[in-house]
């Protein structure tokens, strides 16, 4: 698989990284099975043969059983983990936790941070992260607690390179005054039925356009060496076999996937791999996050590498997604 230099770092990442989040089964605080273990043991040699060396968690996924569930698969694996590059998240926290009656919020306390990634290591039975990313904003976040947390970190060898995930521009911008090492990634959802960070400098100026906050957050991102990650690139299947037009998507999703199949055949590569070279043809160099728990999938998502799009098949795709021309 083709790789991507990640600016301000000296890592070399595939096109494609693969999303742990359902690695440990289902999200119940029950642990996992031992043919849940053996499925993802499965797809993490899918991944790893198709040529991908950048794999995805959260401290969250399926409530940490994700990440012990991928430990266990590097320790039995001697010299894996210095050929793969592992990012994680941290700043969701459960409803419930750690008292009876917490909300469901968001935490980048330099307390919550440290511990976070103590326990991230811990499951990943690992010495150190590649990537650290913030999972979605936070508003009581302190910058300066933001900073103190990741020199440490930093210094200590525990995170190599930091990074956000679901922040605009404004809020990257703000955090990054304050840091001293740059971010490096920002994790968003994009896809053909979710492309706002790419159509909305299109849409600009454009009459009964709503403001999105996020405007200009691919650009700033391209501007600073900021690589866009985009999660649930096909969005959850969708994109692949349409749900029902009454469903959130579903009418876009039935515009925009006998199109896609259209394209498969001709092109003589599969439907998922068309729907992601959509993401892949844009000049930003995004990295979808392959999220499948379907070897086959897995395997047809990765055809997406040597695809190339022309610019009216884009268009076309855009179009259908849309509904209607761009402006």
């Not at 499925?39 to 950048?54: D, M, R, S, V, Y």
């Not at 935490?107 to 990537?131: C, G, K, M």
């Not at 990313?133 to 390179?161: N, Q, T």
């Amino acid at each position: 698989m083709n790789l991507y230099p990640l600016a301000h770092t000296g890592l070399k990442v595939s096109r494609l990284a693969y999303g742990c989040m359902q690695l440990g089964g289902n999200w119940s605080p029950a642990p996992p099975t031992a043919e849940e273990k053996n499925k993802a043991a499965h797809l993490i040699e899918t991944a790893l043969e198709q040529g991908i060396n950048f794999f995805d968690h959260a401290d969250i996924y399926t409530r940490g059983k994700s990440e012990t569930v991928f430990g266990e698969i590097l320790a039995a694996s001697p010299g894996l983990r210095e050929t793969i590059i592992l990012q994680s998240k941290c700043g969701i926290r459960f409803p419930e936790t750690p008292t009876p009656g917490a909300p469901a919020r968001y935490d980048f306390s330099y307390a919550h941070i440290l511990l976070s990634v103590e326990d991230i290591l811990t499951r990943l039975q690992t010495d150190y992260l590649d990537i650290l990313l913030l999972h979605r904003p936070d508003p009581l976040a302190d910058p300066l607690e933001v900073s103190r947390a990741f020199d440490e970190l930093h210094k200590a060898g525990k995170v190599r390179y930091f990074g956000v995930s679901n922040h605009t521009a404004g809020q990257i911008a703000l955090l990054q005054k304050y840091l001293h090492q740059p971010l490096i990634a920002n994790q968003v959802e994009l896809n053909l039925l979710h492309s706002g960070l790419i159509s909305e400098g299109i849409l600009a100026n454009q009459r009964d356009v709503p403001y999105t906050a996020a405007q200009g957050t691919l650009d700033y991102c391209r501007l600073h060496g900021i690589m866009i990650q985009a999660w649930a690139p096909v969005a959850g299947g969708n994109l692949i076999d349409p749900r029902p037009a009454a469903d959130p998507d579903g009418a876009a999703a039935q515009r925009v996937a006998p199109l896609i199949a259209r394209l498969a055949a001709q092109k003589g590569t599969t439907r998922e791999a068309i729907a992601l070279a959509w993401l892949l043809r844009h000049p930003a160099g995004i990295q979808p996050i392959i999220g499948t728990t379907n070897p086959d999938r897995l395997i047809a998502s990765c055809a997406a590498d040597s695809v190339t799009l022309s610019r009216e098949e884009w268009y076309l795709l855009l179009e259908a997604a849309r509904g209607k021309p761009v402006p």
